[in-house]
């Protein structure tokens, strides 16, 4: 696969569909969220990808739309919603790249809580306008980023142009150039013309030209042409093109040096969605081994887009994420108290009792680890367990007492031996520690 094909949105917050199956996916979403880098501990923000599934075996439409980060499937797309933007997403897959949009996670609780109510929605126009029709120029541009409409002028003119381009719906997206021009016959002025696919279609009047003619130039000068969104609506007699971009005050710094020649060039538009060649994605999530029944009070049917079978795996699912609980932060290393405690918590959840050791967790850790487990973090700070000068009395007392009993005949070396064969079996093991479980740098 290729680079990305980033779709158009309103801003980068704006997200207005929501997703399916959240519930089955929440490991693979508290992935997402947490490397999201968001402020809010109830509100995360990232780019995700929309994957078109034709193989899957849970659609009976067979246009099956999953919600992606990297490999890992988050959800799905309502089947009804998906419907209707399967074409514009199929033409992407079939160009062999995949749509990206803004995603948006409310998470009511906490995200390492096992069972948190997770709603995700993600960022698309209405079905139809978020792929162009026609392709960008294939190098030598610059992308305005999608804004507020600007209606095109004198486009009846150039409705010779505009024909080829209006599609069977009456309304769809393009993309259109926009060029520093001379315009008018008698009275001239410099103004903005807009083109499209090289051909004329039109300009702006003077009052809107005034707005964009900054960012035109800014973007001249780096030998970039500025190209911008648009929507053709028209039928076999008339059309009207309609501009969608930031006006030159409005564009930040990263657009106003932007990346040449964003998107990838698609496959040609095809009036049937069928006609495009959408390779096979579906990636199965069953797991016989492991079935447990969902906990939700809803059915699977109005919980889910069906997409996925109805089952659940026992948490953890295929076990916590440590990278996550474990990320290095700046609180205390935990004391031995702490982390037995932790290690006491959540030994039920693993083979015969034993959880991983977490010698190097630091408080905050800790926490993490107990509310992943839908545990209070409070204990860790109570009964002593957060004095490492109480840890160290006690080792002392265990000391003065083993010296004693190795005094005694016959068993008392023996009871040392194991004392000392256990402290050094501790640290010869502790330093075997891979992962996000070794020593933190």
């Known amino acids: 696969m290729t680079s990305s094909y980033p779709l158009p949105t309103i ?41 078109c599934e034709p193989d899957n075996p849970h659609s009976k439409s067979g246009k099956a739309i999953s919600v992606r980060n990297g490999n890992d499937i988050l959800g799905y797309i309502p089947s009804d919603v998906a419907k209707t ?22 998470i009511s609780g906490d995200l390492f809580s096992p069972d948190p109510r ?37 486009e009846s003119d150039h409705f010779d142009v505009l024909q080829d381009y209006v599609p069977e719906s009456g309304k769809g997206p393009l993309f259109v150039t926009l060029h520093k021009a001379n315009l008018g016959a008698k009275n001239v002025r410099v103004g903005v013309e807009v083109r499209l ?57 990263e657009s106003l040096n932007p990346e040449v020649a964003p998107l990838p060039q698609l496959v040609p538009f095809e009036p049937n969605p069928d006609d495009y060649s959408v390779p096979n994605a579906y990636i199965s999530q069953r797991d016989d081994a492991a079935i447990k029944p969902s906990p939700e009070e809803k059915s699977f ?12 795996f026992a948490t953890p699912v295929a076990g916590p ?28 959840h693993f083979p015969g009792n034993k959880a991983p050791r977490i010698d190097y967790a630091t408080v905050n850790q800790c926490a993490n680890i107990l509310r992943y487990f839908d545990k209070s ?24 007492l083993v010296a004693l009993l190795s005094n005694i005949p016959v068993i008392g070396p023996v009871i040392a031996f194991i004392w000392v064969a256990v402290i050094i079996h501790h ?6 520690l891979k992962g996000p479980f070794g020593k933190q740098t």
């Open 118 to 154: 997770m709603d995700l929605s993600i960022a698309l126009l209405d079905p139809g306008l978020n792929v162009p029709l026609n392709n960008p120029p294939l190098d030598g541009w610059g992308l305005i980023p999608y804004g507020k409409p600007i209606q095109v002028t004198k």
């Open 11 to 51: 801003n980068s917050t704006w997200c207005n569909v929501p997703i399916n199956g959240e519930y089955y996916h929440r490991d693979e979403i508290r992935k997402a969220a947490y490397t999201s880098n968001s402020e809010s501990a109830s509100e995360y923000f990232f780019n995700v990808t929309l994957v």
């Open 197 to 253: 696919d090289g051909e004329r279609i039109g300009e702006l009047t003077k009052a809107s030209g005034e707005k964009m003619l900054p960012a035109i130039e800014h973007l001249d000068a780096q030998g970039l042409d500025a190209v911008c969104y648009a929507t053709i609506q028209g039928s076999a007699i008339a059309a009207e093109v309609t501009l969608h971009l930031l006006r030159a005050n409005e564009v930040d710094d």
């Open 427 to 432: 640290f010869v093991t502790r330093r075997g």
């Open 301 to 312: 049917e109005h919980q889910t887009a069906a997409y996925v079978e109805p089952v659940v």
């Open 321 to 348: 994420p440590w990278e996550m609980l474990l990320s290095p932060d700046d609180s205390e290393r935990a004391t031995p108290f702490q982390r037995g405690y932790v290690r006491g918590q959540i030994g039920q």
């Open 85 to 106: 933007y399967y074409p514009e997403i199929a033409r992407i897959c079939a160009s062999g790249t995949f749509a990206e949009t803004n995603a948006r996670l409310w």
């Open 377 to 400: 973090p409070d204990p860790l700070t109570q009964q002593g367990r957060g004095s490492n000068a109480l840890w160290w009395t006690l080792m002392a007392v265990v000391f003065f």
